[in-house]
């Protein structure tokens, strides 16, 4: 398709950018541009074009970004770009277009009109970025809880993670500010983002691969006492498995240090075959 073809306002149309924030920004600074009203917004690996479906691939532009979130931040305050911000590190593949049309909304109104608006659960436009916000602080909540972080010879604190969410980018400044001057990585193995943080400042880079030296002399030490602490303050007989997983998600124990053993010994079970597990006691 050539260049002018391709600047040609479509109707059926989806945009594509790099799934992060900038990039959700830069394609609603370009539907604008280009006056588009695309169906879908969506990064590359979740791309599921409809049928009969134009798809136009947007390169991120900081500068458009920033314009963008100058705007929101303009028409309906603070708040609403917090929650736009949140709701565009959502997984849910709705979020890009929930994201779009509140944007659009706002953008159209006088500032006064938009006050409060983000808080209005119930208003069609804004209650989708409203509950998405809701959703992504809730999980970024979690990390902070149950995030383990690890101690290595070379004097780095690694935390590894696997939320709904790319809720990395929100824990870093939270984190950065309770480590001072100590360096460490939050790597989320589901969206393959580390947070990088030297001891002054913190960036995120997108990585598969994550390559971890020796623990520290420590370390076995450190985990072991935790994990006998949790054990000393367990409850026999208040031991309730559906309230925990209630409030720890099952999906996080690979993670979390003091379930490690709980989660290998499950894993055993699992590998048993069928005859091998005691009747009624079936998995």
Known sequence: MSADAMLEPL???????????EGLLSAIFQAYALHEQPE????KAGLQPR??????????????ASRVKAGIVRKAGRDAWDAVLHASLSDDPSAGVAVYRFVRHVMARPA????????????PIAGPVARLDRSVMNERHLMMQFLRFEHFENGIWFAKCNPKANVVPLLMGWFAGRFNTECFVIYDEVHQV?????????????????HLPQH???????QAAWKGFYDAMTISARYHPELRR????????????????????????????AAAIPSGRRL
């Open 11 to 21: 109707g059926n149309v989806a945009y594509v950018h790099d799934g992060t924030t």
């Open 40 to 43: 879908d917004f969506s990064s």
């Open 112 to 123: 006064a009109a938009n006050a409060g608006l983000i808080r209005n659960m119930a208003h």
């Open 51 to 64: 049928l009969g479906q134009s798809v136009r691939y947007i390169e991120t532009d900081a500068a458009l």
């Open 246 to 273: 209630q409030f720890i998600p099952k999906r996080l124990w690979r993670n979390i240090v003091e379930l490690h053993d709980e989660v290998a010994a499950g894993s055993a079970k699992s590998a048993l075959p």
């Open 216 to 222: 520290s002399d420590e370390e076995a030490a450190m």
């Open 194 to 210: 580390a947070g990088i943080y030297d001891g002054a400042n913190w960036y995120i880079a997108q990585t598969d691969e994550v």
